[in-house]
């Protein structure tokens, strides 16, 4: 019964971080919603917003995949030059701990990157 108890704490604590995920994500989600197709450059608050879905994986949190919501906040000209940035970035050039990142979410961390630095004139492009 001990057992049982400590393997329902643990699932609970497990659900908890887990509803923290889906409301962030909620949250970013939603306030990108509203910034989207006003092609301009995003504010620092749009693109953490952004690279708070990157980083929970999204896709087990929301039904619009990220690309689907990166396209709708960036122009096709910067998509691309993000694209071609990102595809050279690794985890260890992103500062990613996680040894395991999925390939995904490492290319998406990559799309913010550019957002983030690639985008200044002075940047050295991938």
């Known amino acids: 019964m001990r057992r049982e108890r400590i393997q329902a704490e643990v699932r609970v604590s497990e659900l908890g ?3 923290d995920r889906i409301e ?3 949250g970013a989600a939603g306030r990108l919603a509203m910034a989207s197709g006003l092609n301009r450059r995003l504010s620092e608050d749009e693109v953490a917003d952004l690279e708070t879905l990157a980083r929970l994986g999204f896709g087990g949190y929301l039904e619009v ?3 689907n919501i990166f396209h709708d906040l960036i122009a096709d000209e910067v998509a691309s030059k993000a694209n ?3 595809k050279f970035q690794t985890a260890e050039s992103l500062g990613i701990e996680d040894e395991d990142a999925p390939e995904e979410i490492v ?3 990559g799309l913010i990157d550019y957002l983030r630095h690639g985008m200044d004139e002075n940047a050295t492009e991938a």
Do not use: G, H, S, V
Request: overall charge neutral; glycine content about 0%; cysteine-free.
């Open 65 to 67: 995949p990220f690309m």
């Open 24 to 26: 962030a994500a909620a």
């Open 84 to 86: 071609a940035w990102a």
């Open 17 to 19: 971080r887990d509803i």
């Open 107 to 109: 290319y998406y961390l």
